[in-house]
């Protein structure tokens, strides 16, 4: 009985190798490696908590990710989906006649352990990856704000929107002071809040010789519906005051044109109503150059006010 076992293990073992269990369970292993690989690259930058964290850190290893402007490397993107790609490729060429019997007959119970083993290893290498790659908040939290090394200099783009108190505004007239610009909408009971709460804290925190040299503005994400009064509400929930606080609204295709420049990404639910937005604080100098741009998280939280305090400063 030992040697029957013994040897219907050395068949079976023979069989997977020269049979379509092998090209099957890489074929499989690739696919799942490559969707993984492509839901890092996609991966929004506001994303839950664990997977956002570990996505951009991924894409900073592999990809030499810029979270300031969400830039990357596609050719490191490219090349490493190529790299299994291939090995799939290769596997299929080899084993192209076994693989082309599929057509006329059912997967054998070998065929699916193939494929469900092809499943088991990517998604263990796909968890050894996350815990060894994700980072750590408590680390996170420690960083100190990186100034220089994340500086830019991009030029804004020009508009002229009407704030929640129907005064016109440009940001020509913040011209000699900092501007903190944001995006939130009226009714939002998700990020917002968190967003208009942290921008609170910064102006706050702002030394009594700073507070007139700092402007606020928030960019309606949801221009089909923010209203004036509704803007006013937020303003005066808050606690902001005018007119360092304006929040600015104009015509929605002005607006969208004017978001997407920014680089706001948003899409609205059409069931809900609720816009699934990115949470950005963009940071403009007194030159009225966009010197930082930063995705709201445990990270950057600690990250707000040296940064207005490096621009105000200068």
Not at 56 to 67: A, G, L, N, T
Not at 74 to 80: F, G, I, N, R
Request: charged share 20%.
């Amino acid at each position: 009985m030992t040697t029957l076992a013994i040897g219907s293990q050395s068949l079976t073992t023979r069989r997977f190798f020269t049979d379509t269990g092998f090209p099957l369970f890489l074929m499989t292993a690739t696919v799942v490696y490559e969707l993984f690989l492509l839901a890092i690259v996609f991966a929004p930058a506001e994303s839950t908590a664990w997977w956002g964290g570990f996505a951009e850190e991924f894409k900073r290893w592999c990809f030499s990710y810029d979270p300031r402007t969400g830039g990357m490397e596609y050719a490191s993107v490219v090349v490493m989906l190529i790299e299994p790609l291939f090995i799939g490729v290769i596997a299929a060429f080899l084993w192209r006649k076994g693989l082309a019997g599929l057509r006329h007959r059912r997967l054998s119970r070998l065929d699916r352990w193939s494929i469900a083993s092809g499943v088991g290893i990517g998604a263990l290498v796909i968890a050894g990856l996350f815990l060894v790659g994700r980072p750590d908040p408590a680390d996170s939290e420690a960083l100190p704000f990186p100034g220089s090394r994340i500086r830019v200099s991009l030029s804004p783009p020009d508009f002229v929107l009407v704030d929640h108190r129907g005064n016109s505004f440009s940001l020509d007239q913040a011209k000699g002071k900092v501007v903190l610009l944001t995006g939130v909408y009226a009714m939002c009971s998700e990020t917002c809040p968190d967003i208009l709460m942290q921008t609170k804290g910064v102006l706050d925190a702002l030394p009594d010789s700073l507070k007139d040299q700092v402007q606020v503005v928030a960019l309606s994400l949801n221009p089909e519906y923010d209203t004036s009064s509704l803007m006013g509400r937020v303003a005066e929930g808050y606690g902001f005051s005018y007119p360092q606080f304006r929040y600015l609204n104009g015509d929605p295709g002005m607006m969208d044109r004017l978001l997407q420049r920014f680089g706001f990404s948003r899409a609205v639910d059409p069931q809900t109503g609720v816009v699934n937005h990115a949470s950005l604080f963009l940071f403009l100098d007194r030159g009225g150059k966009i010197a930082y741009r930063l995705a709201l998280d445990e990270r950057t939280k600690a990250w707000l006010s040296e940064a207005v305090l490096d621009l105000a400063n200068e």
